[in-house]
């Protein structure tokens, strides 16, 4: 069920126990090769490949495209919400639905700027609404909600999402390939940040250049296609887990 197409009356029908996925994203830089809103699109072909098989389960909101980018602004076209603005644009989404009586409440994330600021969100949130024992608030990113691909599809050179790299570029080759540039001259960039297992504090160009990170000379369109097959069948399953109330 997509929210937009409804009006307020269906809306306030539904079951609160029926889980309302927030699809967040951003806009932001994604090297030269992959356009700006890379991250939207991609997540909202995820999206898009997830509603039928859920049918009439979960209700779907708009996507959110600003996300949290500060890490990206030093490339032109970039555009980001400060960390306490995203952070309150979150929680206030919820809130609203909270207030129209939902109980289960998930942001799908196609970002990874937006994972540590979704489940901030979500943790002010909860924390507001203590002495409820009936709230399921969830944060979940598509690409960590099962197995590396790389165990499933042959031929991938990446066992983990990088930016602008081999399974984005993949992706984006499969739906929408007037949009990818020249990568198939692209050196691979490291994805492995410095001094893990600790978490360093970074913004893009201390890891790239360029702003891609990860390899997207091996990426094709036929990779792509697996990867979001993979990626939606494990969202899938999730979002029906939730729909379940199945923990």
């Known amino acids: 069920m997509q929210l937009t197409n409804m009006n307020w009356g269906q809306v306030a029908d539904l079951s609160p126990d029926t889980p309302v996925v927030i699809p967040i994203a951003a806009l932001e830089q ?10 939207s699109i991609l997540l909202g072909e995820v999206v898009r ?11 779907f909101a708009p996507l959110t495209w600003l996300g949290n980018s500060e890490h990206h602004l030093d ?38 700027g937006n994972i540590v ?15 409820r024992d009936d709230l399921t608030l969830l944060a979940a990113t598509y690409w960590t909600l099962g197995d590396s691909p ?24 499969r739906i929408n390939p007037q949009l990818v540039g020249d990568y198939e001259n692209l050196e691979p960039i490291s994805q492995e940040p410095s001094y893990a297992p600790a978490s360093r504090a970074w913004i893009t160009k201390d890891r790239s250049a360029i702003g891609y990170i990860g390899s997207p000379h091996a990426a094709t369109a036929e990779k792509g296609e697996a990867l979001l097959s993979f990626f939606a069948e494990n969202v899938t399953r999730f979002l029906q887990r939730v729909a379940a109330g199945e923990e």
């Open 75 to 112: 490339f032109p076209g970039t555009l980001s919400a400060a960390p306490r603005t995203y952070l309150d644009l979150l929680g206030q989404l919820v809130e609203n639905f909270l207030f129209h009586g939902f109980r289960r409440i998930v942001f799908l994330n196609g970002h990874g």
């Open 150 to 173: 790389a165990d499933h599809i042959e031929g991938l050179v990446q066992r983990q999402m990088g930016h602008a790299c081999e399974w984005e570029t993949s992706m984006m080759l």
């Open 30 to 39: 994604h090297g030269r090769h992959m356009p700006l809103f890379t991250d």
């Open 49 to 59: 490949r997830v509603q039928e098989p859920l049918a009439n389960s979960v209700l």
């Open 117 to 131: 600021p979704s489940q901030q969100a979500l943790f002010e949130v909860r924390q507001r609404h203590r002495e």
